[in-house]
């Protein structure tokens, strides 16, 4: 597919996981694609990798007119840098519940701020062809254990994603989120390894999603591209769920099937 031939996207935290997925298959669907993240050196051509920290403002937007600058303007942001944080509302003290927000919400919030004068060019001179995805999570609509802190920061995305369509909907900007359920990442990676049984752990984290298995980066990667991408130009303000089923599914246990 050539959908995104002429557009010029930028995704956070695109160095690995959801974000390194997403990269690659808009880069593969004919989009010019800048990634900004911590460590820009796993990024590899034709992907343009620029060093950014989405805690800080100035990191922010120098990185982000660096990748304007490159590409000749923008027509997508793919807001996907974040961290996860485990335990109930307890477990975390102030510092870690300020941190995890910094760069879960305030981090979009200062890469969609330094995005927008570039993104309104691009939909006055093409119209129909901007976007911003943000990366949410099953988290943001669904009560899960041990995800206090995860989950608020996720609730608050779903909230401004919300807020953010309805501000710049009449500026031709549309603006979505996708929400992952359990998916296969580095994070999970070292949440599994971390535990007293790993087998056990993923058995019990592949169990709670009705398809029985924890959702690929790629197929969360397909979810964005299409929230991103021209084909869904009536769509905005909307959470598509990539979760395996697990916000609509209620599956009886299956000993009683």
């Keep these: 597919m050539s959908d995104f031939t002429g557009l010029r996207a930028l995704v956070t935290g695109g160095a690995s ?3 390194r997925a997403t990269a ?18 796993r990024v590899e051509k034709p992907l343009l990798g620029l060093r950014a920290d989405v805690t800080d403002d100035a990191s922010v937007r120098a990185a982000v007119t660096e990748a304007a600058e490159a590409l000749g303007g923008l027509d997508i942001l793919v807001n996907n840098a974040g961290i996860g944080a485990q335990g109930t509302v ?24 330094a995005c927008l004068p570039y993104l309104r060019r691009a939909a006055t001179a093409r119209p129909g062809t901007v976007a911003i995805v943000n990366t949410c999570s099953i988290a943001a609509t669904a009560g899960l254990p041990q995800r206090a802190l995860y989950s608020a920061t996720k609730g608050a995305v779903y909230s ?18 996708v929400n992952p359920g359990t998916a296969d990442t580095p994070w999970i990676g ?31 990667a397909g979810a964005i591209a299409y929230l991103a991408g021209p084909l869904s130009g009536a769509t905005t303000g909307t959470a598509l769920a990539v979760d395996g089923g697990m916000q609509g599914l209620r599956l009886r246990p299956a000993a009683d099937r």
């Design 90 to 113: 307890e477990d975390n003290d102030d510092t870690e519940w300020r941190h995890v927000f910094d760069v879960n919400v305030l981090g979009m919030v200062r890469t969609a701020r």
């Design 24 to 41: 690659d298959l808009l880069a593969e669907r004919g989009a010019q694609v800048a990634v900004l993240d911590l460590d820009p050196a």
């Design 160 to 177: 401004l994603t919300l807020a953010m369509a309805a501000d710049h909907v009449r500026e031709g900007i549309r603006v979505n989120c």
């Design 190 to 220: 070292r949440l599994l390894d971390a535990a007293e049984d790993p087998a056990a752990e993923r058995a019990a984290l592949e169990a709670r999603q009705p398809l029985g298995r924890l959702v690929s980066a790629a197929e969360v």
């Design 17 to 19: 996981g959801i974000g």
